[in-house]
């Protein structure tokens, strides 16, 4: 029979309490996640900064670097519509707004540069029928990019008073931003269209 001194317990009996006291302390002061392995850590870890250049043509060499890499992020950030990386004409709601009219809808003006192209072909044929056919196409062509103009400068008013009737642009040039923009071919476009072919704007 094994005596007991009072106030004193067994080793085996105070060990399951532990056990179970344990997870619960853990749980209560501990960070609810297990503790990564160092290598784990030192791999999250930013990498140590490169050395200094040592010489002019480096150093000349490493400034060119980082400004191309800020041209091309800022480029592609243009190219996607960002507004604080566009040119001053481009910026605001107003403007993109005459972004969006143009790119939704089917411009003569898209039309230009192909019409052009084929026209300068056709008057250097040594042949007068079609010489004559070409400034007779160019003509009329030319008549169509007028009249799609003035449709589409109207189209420009009556959205920009409908959005943004207190705005301080002035529709002129507003219309010819519109214009302007109707003449390129639409994958050429900057910034790049974000609105498809037929979208109500």
Known sequence: MKLRLPGRRDRAEAAPEATEAAPSLVKAGGKGRPTPKRHEAQGRR??????PPTTRKEAYKRMREQQAAQRGSARSAAVRGDDSYLPARDRGPVRKL???????????????LVVAALVLVGYFIPNPAVQSYTVFIWFLFFLVIIADSFVLGRRIKRKVLERFPNQDHRMRGLVWYGVSRATMIRRWRFPKPEVALGAEV
Do not use: E, L
């Open 98 to 112: 005459v972004r969006d009219v143009v790119d939704a809808r089917r411009n003569a003006g898209s039309w230009f």
């Open 46 to 51: 930013p990498g140590p900064p490169p050395p």
